[in-house]
């Protein structure tokens, strides 16, 4: 009985850190604001939004065309600002970090 009692605790307690642990990765998604070169057209936005949203550990891109600016939620522990611009750059659209949040 003792034994099922002590597995039962270590059972809840590893899934308790789990559930932490999944909610603090959460919490530490960071943005990042780009001002993008090159954009000329409409279909542009399009093409850099593709190339950030290859950057493994993003999240979400949103693109404004008439502001000339990337907006990018990511996960830190697999992506970084600096390779996230060069993906754009690398499409052809020059990224600048223009904010940090
Ligand atoms: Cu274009």
Redesign the pocket.
């Given at each position: 009985m003792k034994y099922i009692m002590t597995v039962l605790i270590m059972v809840i307690t590893l899934s308790l850190g789990g559930w932490n642990l999944a909610v603090a990765s959460d919490q530490a998604d960071r943005e990042a604001v780009y001002s993008i070169d090159n954009?000329?057209?409409?279909?542009?936005p399009i093409?850099v939004r593709k190339a950030m949203e290859k950057v493994a550990g993003v999240r979400d891109v949103k693109v404004d065309f008439k502001a000339k600016t990337a907006t990018v939620l990511f996960d830190p522990t697999q992506a970084t600002i600096e390779a996230i611009a060069l993906a754009s750059t690398n499409a052809g659209y020059p990224a600048h970090i223009s904010g940090k949040k």
């Open positions: 954009m000329t057209c409409a279909l542009c093409t």
